[in-house]
């Protein structure tokens, strides 16, 4: 009937496009309006292309037949019906035209791998015939289309690697259960949960759906999908236990459910339900227990990743029989070797011929390597044993390994010398030997490896020259030689491979100059040869090193002065010249070295004055201790004020004596005047000349927002404040990840917050504060203002998610954070309120320090976020507290964090902002909120600290800190009291800043210096 209807809709269509040439009585003429209708479909498809480099399109001319035209095929049965478009990798750039979908015998169509965007339309749900659908590998938008439910024949549908967005549509689950073979959904931005209606398509062979934002379990009826052989998953926000359903899919030959938080454990007998098992990936997720032994019972398995989980036991020795194995990952667990056996697997995947990848790496694997590595197949390409308790020497058999690309046996116990034939190598990419006990020379034959990139060999005990035949390496990007024993010259060879990345000598005793040749590493960005006895001048020829961010020089016997050329290194980050012999006058250009953060020109014979802008006007960004003949610079340094020469004639002494006071008091009556002319001409609103926030940034639509949230959906809501919503989005074409901020204007006082926030961000500009992307200012669908903040995204969400879980939240997704995290998520914090209080010309106040304000990015990065209650202070020094309460209004804050002088009245200033992080500061190490119930009788976070310090502060920390104390090596006692050192010295630190009277607490300066101290003090090695 549908197909009957089908015919009818397209004669009335073909009826009223074509009236003349229709005649009922005749079947060719009504064939010939098939014909004209698929012609016009495919004539709109080729209007809509953009770009054509392999003139595939401009081919289609009215010449030729359409069912000629390269792509498309038409029916034998039903001349001039076409049934497939196949333009596979053709390079089109362009989007869909609805009219395709009146290409109702169409069978197949195939657009993959192309650049076509916009959305999928709707239309092809007329494609009733349609069987074979794949648009995989191009940049498709919008949502799945519910109308592909029509498509009732089809049996393959591949939508992969585009930026689709929303849930599988339910509509589909009308799709034939005995039809459907495969869907391919992977790579997109599709959320919701996985449906569990796929468990009814019977027929479904192949079923993936990897690098979305699914939520949710995997639905127990899957296990129903009695045919399936693949199922991938991976790289989603899924949780729970794999249902055991799953496992007893006998036909399953690929199962791929890594990087997501399943936990549980994988079942011991497998390798028994899933005997055609081909690939199995449970990498990076929280499973625990034993490796299945049966797994070895899969014969056939090729790929089996089980990498950074919580597996536990020994290490299986029975993977031998596994004659197709082709990549073995188990590293990051905390397996360990057999004390009987020892490493008895590594013998038996000996007989592993296909072996490409093995990774044991971070592990608790002990003892030495055997003979027998020598007996892998040169087929093994990647060998990683890094981060286990392995000792011994490197077995000399490992040269026989001809295939390898990587060999990383890094941070064990090895000892000996590195064999000599580790030239035969010649593939080798990576070569990581560091953090050992290896001895002898840096082998000269290295220089044979000319497909070297990466270089490690740092920590070790070598001894010897550099040989200058690395200088052969011309692919090297990371030489890493630091904390050996090496001497001689630097060979110039050496320092002349231009694809240097990074170079690091360090703490060795290397003597001589540094190259005039270092000026050709012209991509280098990080230069380290501290600790050293090189002398001579810093060469001129490092002005060519235009990329160079960190700059280590330290330590050495260098003399002469900084030469001029360091200030053509725009991007240094980071420069250390102490402890040498350098002389003259600091450079006046390295305070307009704009990204410099640290500067530290520590005892050399400089003279003369100390610059007063950029990196020189933080005291904790730059050292000059031991420069004994230095004067001038800002006031905190209390140096000497430096002299102005003058000429020995007395009349003229005598001349200069009387003008300077009156010079000087001119200037200062002169400035006077200027001071208060500009302030009854500035306008007094605006703390700042800069242009406003919506002219610095292209603005947004708000549909645009509607797209890139999904229409804000609930599945996107990653955060709901007083004065507004915050969303994840994905926006514009080039599939940016975003944060949206969307405020409630019906909010008394949200529109006030925006305003502050725009004040705020239009001027601020620093690696821990949230960055800004665009904005919106707009109405929406109901006519109603709306307003929108578009910052970064920062995927591992606030501090306060990571401190602070809910028990479900600890059962499904436990995490914690670490004692070096917690410093540098308090380093970070503590530089962005100094920056906020001194590093721009009018101090701001940010009003609302508190854990859910502090976002962390992919790395733990810490930035703080949401300047809704931000205040600027009047002037451009430092206020004092009564400054501060004329010169802004109040700030209500966060019960808990906000200072309780501003209960009493008082106006903002930033010592309010250093209690704020002085509550934080307390609230990170002890685990506790200032609201906890458990402080009573008027009892509150600072005085609970405040008793317990310092004999009982491991009493009051957070208890997951304890597992860093754990180890069994004898310098167990030293780090326990390192650690209790470290936790002593930052809630002393808190408890400081968190002083009630306002002007008792410390200066944000101090903070992240003695931050940077103390955690120097508890890591340093």
Partial sequence: MRKLISCFILAYIALFLYPTNFKPSSGAAALSIGNETDRLALLAFEDRITQDPLNVITSWNTSTHFCKWQGVSCSTRHPGRVTLLNLAGKKLTGSLPSQLGNLSFLRGKNLENNSFQGIIPQEFGRLTRLKYLNLSSNAFQGEIPTNLSYCSEIQFVYLSYNNLVGKIPEELSSLSTNKLKWIKLSVNGLTGSIPRWLGNVSSLLDLRMARNYFQGTIPSELGRLRNLEALTVAANNLWGEIPPSIYNISSLLYLDVSINQFYGKIPQDIGFNLPNLLGINVAVNQFTGHLPISLSNASGLRQMGCTYCNFTGTMLTNLGSLKDLVRLTVGGNQLETDKAEGFSFLTSLTNCSNLQTLDIAGNRFQGELPASIANFSTTLQQLLAFNNQISGSIPEGITNLIGLTRLEISTNSFTGEIPEGIGKLERLGVLHLSNN??????????????????????????????????????????????????????????????????????????????????????????????????????????????????????????????????????????????????????????????????????????DGEVPHEGVFRNTSAFSIVGDRKLCGGIKSLGLPSCQIPVTKKRGTTLAIKIAIPVATSCSVLLAFLLVCLYRNKRP????????????????????????????????????????????????????????????????????????????????????????????????????????????????????????????????????????????????????????????????????????????????????????????????????????????????????GYVAPEYGMGSKASIQGDVYSFGILLLEMFTGRKPTDTTFDDGQNIHQFTKAALPERVMEIVETSLFSEVGGDDNDNNTREGKIKDCLVAVLTMGVSCSMEPPGEQMDMRDVVAELCRIRTKTFRH
């Fill in 437 to 606: 006990r290896i001895s002898g020379s840096v082998p000269a034959t290295i220089g044979n490896i000319t497909t070297l990139q990466r270089l490690n060999l740092f920590g070790n005990n070598l001894s010897g020259n550099i040989p200058p035949s690395l200088g052969n390496c011309k692919q090297l990007e990371v030489l890493h030689l630091s904390g050996n024993n090496l001497t001689g010259f630097i060979p110039k060879e050496v320092v002349s491979v231009s694809t240097t990345l990074s170079f690091n000598l360090s703490q060795n005793s290397l003597t001589g100059p540094l190259p005039m040749e270092v000026g050709n590493m012209s991509k280098l960005i990080e230069l380290d040869v501290s600790n050293n006895r090189l002398s001579g001048e810093i060469p001129s020829t490092l002005s060519k090193c235009i990329m160079l961010e960190y700059l280590s020089l330290g330590d050495n016997l260098f003399r002469g002065r900084i030469p001029q050329a360091l200030s053509a290194l725009k991007s240094l980050q980071f420069i250390d010249l102490s402890r040498n012999k350098l002389s003259g006058q600091i450079p006046a250009y390295l305070q307009n070295l704009s990204l410099l953060e640290s500067l530290n020109l520590s005892y050399n014979y400089l």
């Fill in 684 to 895: 007094e609103s605006s703390p700042s000349t800069m242009p406003p926030l919506d002219e610095m940034f292209r603005q947004v639509s708000y549909a645009e927002i509607v797209q890139a949230t999904n229409q804000f959906s609930s599945s996107n809501l990653i955060g709901d404040g007083r004065y507004g919503f915050v969303y994840r989005g994905v926006l514009g074409n080039e599939g940016t990840v975003v944060a949206v901020k969307v405020l409630k204007l019906t909010e008394k006082g949200a529109a006030k917050s925006f305003k502050a926030e725009c004040n705020a961000l239009r001027n601020i500009r620093h690696r821990n504060l949230i960055k800004i992307i665009t904005t919106c200012s707009s109405i929406d669908s109901k006519g109603d203002d709306f307003k929108a903040l578009i910052f970064e995204f920062m995927p591992n969400g606030s501090l306060e998610e990571w401190l602070h879980q809910s028990e479900g939240d600890q059962n499904e997704h436990p995490r914690s954070l670490s004692l070096t995290q917690r410093l540098s998520i308090a380093i970070d914090t503590a530089s962005a309120l100094e920056y906020l209080h001194h590093h721009f010309g009018a101090a701001i106040v940010h009003g609302d320090l508190k854990p859910s304000n502090i976002l962390l990015g992919h790395d733990m990065t810490a930035r703080v976020g949401d300047f809704g209650l931000a205040s600027f202070l009047s002037g451009g020094l430092p206020p004092t507290v009564s400054q501060a309460e004329t010169s802004s209004t109040g700030i209500r804050g966060t019960i």
